[in-house]
């Protein structure tokens, strides 16, 4: 019988938007039967220290990684950075700075909000977040709490997304630079969740080419809950571009539409990032 390694390169916890603590993330991982996990908090690795703690006296190895956001050809899109070195000083400036947009990023949307006739959002939000960071999906459990959406995903629809009265624009780190942090912090640099960018095939090639120029190696092929023949395509794509193949839940909650180490395989066409770590 071959027992395959199960790799869950992709998810998140208080330390950002996910619900878990780092510890508890741990626990659900190892329940799921996950053998390396990466904990890729949004511009952020204040959960790693806890989560490798949590990970030290088990079978499950924890992977340092990152998840920046990146502010490209007018959109954002998400930036992996896998078996980083979290104690890097170039790496930790660059995501301080994210940080602080947040904080106002974070004024601005509730301020934005009490015009569109929804008071408290700020208060709100912050009681579904830790100190660490503030974050879209916050304001939406908040929004959600009191009813002016049925559920997130509809929040975001209404409230949070481009043109919408809650959107606040990302001015977020450039391709380059979240490249070169995730470089210089000794780590591998992905393109997260490829398929989610409502982008055409054709930006999205240029996209790779942009990642690769500024020193990228890999892809997420796999990501939670994907349709199968995506997954050939993101492969395919992968291939043709000579990048690393990753694979990751995005999980950010229990009972939602990923779960940890729920993951189809990479196909045998592809070379997997964790060859490189
Ligand atoms: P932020 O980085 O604060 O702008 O928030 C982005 C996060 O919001 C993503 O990482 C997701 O966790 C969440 N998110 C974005 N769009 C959606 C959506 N349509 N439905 C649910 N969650 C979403
Ligand atoms: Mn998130
Ligand atoms: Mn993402
Ligand atoms: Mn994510």
Same mark, same amino acid.
């Given at each position: 019988?071959?027992?395959?390694?199960?790799?869950?390169?992709?998810?998140?916890?208080?330390?950002?938007?996910?619900?878990?603590?780092?510890?508890? =993330?741990?626990?659900?991982?190892?329940?799921? @039967?996950?053998?390396?996990?990466?904990?890729?908090?949004?511009?952020?690795?204040?959960?790693?220290?806890?989560?490798?703690?949590?990970?030290?006296?088990?079978?499950?190895? =924890?992977?340092?990684?990152?998840?920046?956001?990146?502010?490209?050809?007018?959109?954002?899109?998400?930036?992996?950075?896998?078996?980083?070195?979290? +104690?890097?000083?170039?790496?930790?400036?660059?995501?301080? +700075?994210?940080?602080?947009?947040?904080?106002?990023?974070?004024?601005?949307?509730?301020?934005?909000? @009490?015009?569109?006739?929804?008071?408290?959002?700020?208060?709100?939000?912050?009681?579904?977040?830790?100190?660490?960071?503030?974050?879209?999906?916050?304001?939406?459990?908040?929004?959600?709490?009191?009813?002016?959406?049925?559920?997130?995903?509809?929040?975001?629809?209404?409230?949070?997304?481009?043109?919408?009265?809650?959107?606040?624009?990302?001015?977020?780190?450039? =391709?380059? @630079?979240?490249?070169?942090?995730?470089?210089?912090?000794?780590?591998?640099?992905?393109?997260?969740?490829?398929?989610?960018?409502?982008?055409?095939?054709?930006?999205?090639?240029?996209?790779?080419?942009?990642?690769?120029?500024?020193?990228?190696?890999?892809?997420?092929?796999?990501?939670?809950?994907?349709?199968?023949?995506?997954?050939?395509?993101?492969?395919?794509?992968?291939?043709?571009?000579? =990048?690393?193949?990753?694979?990751?839940?995005?999980?950010?909650?229990?009972?939602?539409?990923?779960?940890?180490?729920?993951?189809?395989?990479?196909?045998?066409?592809?070379?997997?990032?964790?060859?490189?770590?």
């Amino acid at each position: 019988m071959i027992i395959m390694t199960c790799y869950d390169l992709h998810s998140h916890s208080t330390a950002s938007d996910g619900s878990l603590s780092p510890e508890a =993330l741990i626990a659900r991982a190892i329940e799921h @039967d996950v053998d390396v996990l990466a904990l890729t908090d949004h511009d952020g690795t204040e959960g790693i220290a806890a989560a490798q703690q949590a990970a030290q006296s088990t079978d499950l190895t =924890l992977i340092a990684g990152v998840e920046i956001s990146v502010t490209w050809g007018n959109g954002t899109v998400h930036i992996l950075g896998l078996n980083i070195d979290p +104690e890097d000083t170039e790496l930790q400036q660059g995501l301080a +700075e994210m940080r602080d947009f947040r904080v106002g990023r974070a004024q601005e949307i509730a301020k934005r909000l @009490d015009k569109a006739g929804i008071p408290g959002a700020l208060e709100g939000a912050k009681k579904y977040a830790s100190e660490i960071m503030l974050g879209r999906l916050h304001f939406a459990k908040f929004l959600v709490e009191h009813n002016y959406a049925k559920n997130v995903q509809d929040v975001f629809k209404r409230y949070l997304v481009r043109g919408k009265p809650g959107y606040v624009p990302g001015q977020w780190s450039t =391709l380059a @630079d979240a490249v070169a942090w995730i470089n210089v912090a000794g780590g591998q640099a992905a393109i997260a969740h490829p398929a989610r960018y409502k982008i055409t095939a054709t930006k999205l090639r240029r996209l790779i080419t942009d990642f690769k120029e500024a020193g990228g190696v890999g892809f997420e092929v796999v990501s939670g809950r994907q349709h199968v023949e995506e997954v050939k395509h993101l492969a395919r794509l992968a291939d043709k571009f000579e =990048l690393f193949a990753s694979c990751g839940s995005d999980f950010h909650t229990p009972d939602s539409w990923a779960e940890l180490g729920k993951l189809s395989p990479l196909p045998e066409s592809c070379t997997p990032i964790w060859t490189q770590f």
